[in-house]
C-alpha cells in the first residue's frame, strides 16, 4: 500500500471514530457499568482498526460496526434490545436525533422514525 493511501485510511478511520465514539459509547454506558461500557467500546474500534479495510468495504459500515457493538452489549448485559427498543432509546433516553441515530447504527432515517413510532405505539397502544 502507498503512504499516501495508508494516511487516507488512518485519516477516515480517525473520522469514523469521531463521529460513532461518542454516540457509541453512550449506548453501551446505558447497558453495562462504566468500565465495561469502556472496553466493549474500546474493543469494538480495536476490531474496526484491525479490520478497516474490510469495513470499509461494507455498504453500511456503520451498520456493520453497530451490529457487533449491539451484540456485544447484550452479550455483556444479557439482554439484547428490539431494533424498536434501541431506537426508543437512543432517542428518549440519549437525546440523540432521528439523523443522529441514522447515522450511528447505519440505517435510514425513514427506518429509525419507523422504529420510533413501533416504540411508540407499545408503549401507549390506545394512542392513535
Do not use: K
Amino acid at each position: 500500500m502507498r503512504p499516501s493511501s495508508l494516511a487516507v485510511l488512518t485519516t477516515a478511520f480517525y473520522a469514523f471514530y469521531d463521529l460513532h465514539r461518542p454516540a457509541y459509547h453512550a449506548y453501551a454506558a446505558a447497558h453495562l457499568t462504566p468500565e465495561e461500557a469502556q472496553i466493549a467500546v474500546s474493543q469494538l474500534f480495536d476490531l474496526v482498526a484491525r479490520t478497516w479495510t474490510t469495513v470499509v468495504a461494507e455498504q453500511q459500515p456503520s451498520a456493520w460496526a453497530w451490529q457487533h457493538l449491539t451484540l456485544t452489549v447484550a452479550r455483556r448485559s444479557g439482554r439484547a434490545l428490539t431494533p424498536a427498543e434501541t431506537a426508543a432509546m437512543l432517542h428518549d433516553d440519549l437525546a440523540l436525533s432521528v439523523d443522529q441515530i441514522a447515522t450511528a447504527t447505519g440505517t435510514e432515517p425513514a427506518t429509525v422514525t419507523a422504529h420510533l413510532a413501533a416504540a411508540h405505539r407499545r408503549r401507549n397502544p390506545c394512542t392513535v
